[in-house]
DNA sequence: CGAGTAGTTGACATCTCTCAATGCCGGTGG
DNA sequence: CCACCGGCATTGAGAGATGTCAACTACTCG
């Protein structure tokens, strides 16, 4: 399903360096010793095959509340777990505004849009500070060497994001704000009670208008969906405080389409 | 970047036998013959790599107007590249109505979208007689055997697929009738070019509604807008015959937000 | 304390959807 | 051959959702 994206567009990107090479921290990981193993990359790996990745040894690296971890345009040599933290990733509309194409929290994985081109075609910015393994993945495809399971994982890690990014489309294309607000509040839930953290009450780290950008809709709409969801005794707001009072009830809204 | 889809969605799928077994057309098709090579899988390719892909010669199936190639949550064991005609894919939404998700046209691959879960998750219907290669995704990533180029290949596919995707999500989020169906007018436009066909001339396969679902609108809004574009001369459009008459206006259109 | 950022809320404009009528075309059957 | 039908597209009128612009509040940071 290749060659479908936006004609024309070309965006007519002034040439610059790569960001700043990553102040490599000293700091190493192993993976099989990391508390989100079953969630990141080495999910449902084990026997040589974890080994292997241990050997690897990921470099971490701190990025800064405010801080790009990749621009649009840079050159694509890293995959990156998240540990801790929270970031989104961006493209730029011509007219300079952004496009939030994601959020990504501890245990995701962050730049796979950079294999094709070889050059990262989104930015990622980091919302609070982060911590981020960089998966090297040169290293990752080569050192796969005979079976190899690691690519098998790569594979099913880029359909996966093919998937989420099909759903979103879903969403933005036949949802209405009430829809796509609950779908977002839905989705963050049940990724944070993956994580063991509460799915009834958390905290976002984007903005009003981040979320908007993500959605599809203006900030003054999301403001106005979460007061809605407040009086419909679904959620309470404080800013950027949830707590979710009745999931079915949100649930519901999310499915007002199912009769 | 994984894990944003959609929460709770929990398609209630009725379990169901997949689809019947492709009848199998005896013909067979070698890739470094194929007028598509450039544009399909062998794409790139040379020497060694493409005899291996030579000697997989993949069964060549039909799939008349109307017909499915694989429904959701059929069992996924193809790629499939398209060599003649035009399929569609779409989600089916909780309500029961569809949301298209793609167009493909000849030396396009279809059904990345299975690698994650090993079933389908969208359904692929054909908009005319068509013509494919079933290409066995076990047998492609098995075979690669030492240097992988195939997966390389295969990954790098996965995240042009990605890429896509990411720029229609923009365009949903981010896009009003004008800007959508220009984007759409020009993106054909440029992949029948990238085939030899007129880029300023050429038959649409999909419907009103189609095209809507795709873009997100309603049928109406689309043939409406078609008129408009006709009126300001951008477009001569007669039922599915589209003639663009101003390629720069029509980027322009689609560029309005540049500065 | 003042400035800046983020969020909320209101009033109004506008775009797109919804519903409905009509036209066009191709196929089918009398 | 013609009438009728169904599917697709076009067009109009009105409704409704969301965007735009603006005011105001609460907080945070110098």
Redesign the interface.
């Known amino acids: ?9 070309a965006p007519v990107r002034v040439l610059r360096e790569d960001a700043p090479p990553p102040p490599a921290t000293a700091s190493k990981t192993q993976c099989s010793s990391c508390h989100l193993r079953d969630l990141c990359l080495p999910c449902g790996m084990a026997g040589a095959d974890l080994d292997r990745l241990d050997s690897m040894r990921f470099a971490r690296r701190k990025v800064k509340a405010g801080e790009t971890l990749y621009r649009e345009g840079d050159r694509f040599q890293f995959i990156h777990a998240v540990r801790s933290g929270t970031l989104k ?1 961006s ?1 730029m ?3 300079g ?1 952004e ?1 939030v ?4 929290i501890a ?11 070889g050059r990262h ?2 930015a990622t910015t980091a919302l609070e500070d982060t911590e981020v393994c960089a998966i090297p993945y040169a290293h990752l ?1 080569s050192l ?1 060497g005979g079976a ?1 399971v690691m ?2 994982v ?21 949802m209405n704000a009430e829809e796509r607000l609950a ?1 977002f509040v ?2 963050l ?3 944070f009670g ?1 994580r063991g953290y509460s799915d009834r009450e958390f905290h976002l780290r984007m903005s009003r208008a981040e979320i908007g ?4 809709m203006t900030l003054e709409t999301v403001s106005r969906t979460f007061t809605a969801f407040q009086q419909q005794r679904l959620l309470e707001v404080d800013k950027r405080h949830i707590r979710i009072t009745d999931l079915e009830g949100l ?1 519901d809204r ?2 007002v ?3």
Chains 1, 2 share one sequence.
Do not use: C, W
């Open positions: 399903m290749p060659a479908v994206s936006l004609p024309a567009v990733s493209l509309l011509a007219d505004r496009q194409s994601g959020f990504h245990g995701e994985l962050v730049g796979l849009d950079g294999v094709a081109q075609a989104s495809t796969s190899s690519q098998h790569i594979s099913r890690l880029m359909s996966r994001e093919i998937l989420r990014e099909g759903k979103l489309m879903m969403l933005l294309g036949s779908a839905l989705n839930s049940q990724r993956a950008s993500y959605l599809g649930k999310f499915e389409r199912v009769h």
